[in-house]
């Protein structure tokens, strides 16, 4: 079978029998085969870049490889765990089970705080991030922002090694700094409370009862610490808000994702909290309300 032949077949079975989840819009059964291609080829990529790279001639072994990705892939086990690699605002990172694998849907939470950094002066920002998982917002920001020194925390031991190899290669080490522990507790022999210019967050956020609905894919590969936000779903949240202030400075930002329907609630309970001055959500490009930006007084 020639290779234009072998894409076509298997391309045609990925369509009939691949589920896609929507939070997950990069993925398609084209682009998944060609990320898997490429993997198999020893050129590991993220389904994204795979767009944009010519896929190669495959030997016997590498076919074989190849079938073996795919299904790896059908039988539910995410893509990005497969090739260990997922792209989050232009950058490839590394991702396995160990955090959360980045979504397209929270570069809306790493842009609208690349805004907000972008137009405050002076020759240095303090940025904290919490819940970094991948590193993928912190790395991103540091990224974005050459004056901004960010400190990144995961109550999850497994999930800062992750970020600490991605750090490692973008070669952002110097200006973010990993650590773990519950929230901002991390931080708090660091000398930095009430001098933060932004904490960013994208916590667990969906409720305890949702969970055993989610698609498996998600639910018996990605760690539940990562995506379980309590009864309501907002119980993170609401330490986070009462403990920021601790931390950001007059006219500083709390910058945090939401997820659907919750958006609301949250502006209105920052809102009643004196430490804030103001609050507003920012919505996708559906019209829904999924980041929260709250201003210190």
Same mark, same amino acid.
């Given at each position: ?132 998982? @991948? ?5 991103? /920001? *540091?990224? =974005?922002?050459?004056? &901004? $020194? #960010? ?123 004196? @430490? ?5 959500? /920012? *919505?996708? =490009?559906?019209?829904? &309300? $999924? #980041? ?6």
């Amino acid at each position: 079978m020639n290779q234009a032949t072998l894409f076509e077949s298997l391309l045609e079975e990925l369509s009939g029998k691949l589920e896609l989840l929507p939070d997950k819009p990069e993925e398609t059964p084209e682009s998944t085969l060609r990320a898997l291609w490429l993997l198999a080829s020893g050129k590991p990529v993220s389904v994204e870049s795979a767009k944009a790279v010519e896929l190669p001639e495959l030997d016997r072994q590498q076919m074989e490889n190849l079938r073996q990705h795919i299904r790896q892939r059908l039988d539910g086990t995410p893509l990005a765990h497969i090739s260990g690699r997922q792209a989050f605002m232009g950058m490839e990172l590394l991702a396995g089970p160990e955090a959360l694998i980045p979504r397209k849907e929270t570069e809306l939470l790493a842009a609208s705080a690349i805004d907000i950094l972008l137009q405050q002066t002076g020759d240095a920002l303090k940025v904290i991030d919490v819940c970094t998982g @991948a590193g993928n917002v912190a790395l991103a /920001i *540091a990224h =974005a922002v050459q004056k &901004a $020194r #960010v400190f990144a925390s995961d109550l999850s031991a497994e999930a800062v090694q992750l970020a600490r190899r991605n750090t490692a290669l973008h070669d952002l080490s110097e200006r973010v700094s990993l650590y773990t522990g519950d929230l901002l507790d991390p931080f708090r022999h660091l000398d930095i409370e009430g001098k933060v210019d932004m904490i960013t967050c994208n916590p667990p956020y969906i409720s305890s009862a949702k969970v055993p609905a989610m698609a498996s894919e998600i639910s018996e590969h990605e760690p539940e610490m990562a995506f379980n936000g309590g009864v309501f779903g907002i119980n993170l949240m609401r330490k986070l808000i009462a403990e920021a202030p601790d931390f950001i400075r007059g006219s500083g930002h709390l910058v945090f994702e939401v997820g659907l329907g919750q958006g609301p609630a949250m502006e209105k309970q920052i809102s009643k909290l004196p @430490a804030y001055e103001s609050v507003q959500t /920012i *919505a996708d =490009a559906d019209g829904n &309300a $999924r #980041v929260v930006v709250a201003r210190v007084c």
